[in-house]
């Protein structure tokens, strides 16, 4: 795992930390049990569980398909949330001392962590997927694509250059959102469907800095540079984002458990 005091990069696990829409749907989960609801039985409207829980209305949606996607609650498109059909609730999973990682974005971190996130946006494009692409992130060739460049700040300090690559039709608002302040994660969450990163396949290799590296991050050309290159995929197991981020060597560590499963 990542050292708690390094900046984490997107899609490494938190030791403690959860993002707020996890910690919101922990405490709903843990209210409908206190409460002894039944299967059948309808949440309270999205207004009261936003004044209820201090969050927005985003967070709350998200809360909410994450307890969808563990067969907790169903929605209605006209009546609301239910409780599930199930003949017991399960007992509540998301907690701090899970033992599976999660897969968690740069501004989940920084939030959970008391951090101020910033970014610049270089550029944000729909184009045509290429066929390598398209491999990876299981759409045809030429389907949309939306490309997003942008540099990413932890208190004022730059901590990584970032390339996104998602399929435009996972969720369209990605291309009228401004993601100089949006978070990338909460806006998948917020789509409909909702697309909720669930696991990342994620790798990591050293290189020299490009010259446009050294001018970005105002380096030499001796300064290693740290490569990560993730793919995640949704709670359906579908691809949803394909991004390669770039790390000062000075400025990033990588740390994992390796288990012997056998």
């Not at 707020?20 to 709903?28: F, G, I, P, V």
């Not at 692409?133 to 250059?161: C, K, N």
């Not at 390669?244 to 994992?256: E, I, S």
Request: overall charge negative; aromatic content about 6%.
């Amino acid at each position: 795992m990542t050292d708690a005091r390094t900046p984490m990069p997107r899609g490494l696990f938190g030791d403690d930390a959860l993002p707020l829409y996890e910690r919101t749907a922990t405490q709903l989960l843990e209210d409908l049990r206190a409460a002894a609801a039944r299967p059948g039985d309808r949440l309270p409207s999205e207004r009261a569980l936003v004044e209820r829980y201090a969050v927005s209305r985003v967070t709350l949606r998200a809360a909410l398909a994450q307890l969808e996607s563990r067969g907790i609650v169903r929605p209605s498109s006209s009546r609301g949330w239910f409780v599930a059909e199930l003949g017991l609730l399960p007992e509540a999973t998301m907690t701090s001392g899970s033992a599976a990682p999660q897969v968690q974005g740069f501004a989940d971190y920084a939030q959970a962590n008391g951090l101020t996130t910033a970014g610049k946006v270089l550029s944000a494009t729909v184009r045509p997927a290429t066929v390598s692409e398209a491999e990876q992130l299981r759409i045809a060739p030429g389907a949309d694509l939306f490309d997003l460049h942008r540099l990413r700040f932890l208190d004022g300090l730059l901590v990584v250059l970032e390339h996104n690559r998602l399929p435009l039709a996972a969720c369209p608002a990605l291309a009228e959102t401004d993601f100089n302040t949006a978070s990338l994660y909460a806006t998948l969450r917020a789509a409909d469907p909702p697309q909720l990163p669930r696991v990342a396949d994620y790798s990591v290799e050293a290189r020299h800095p490009t010259p446009r590296e050294i001018e970005l991050f105002e380096i030499g050309e001796t300064m290693p540079m740290l490569v990560a290159t993730q793919l995640t995929s949704n709670q359906e197991s579908r691809p949803i984002e394909l991004t390669v981020q770039v790390y000062r060597g000075d400025r990033y560590r990588f740390r994992a458990s390796i288990t012997n499963q056998g």
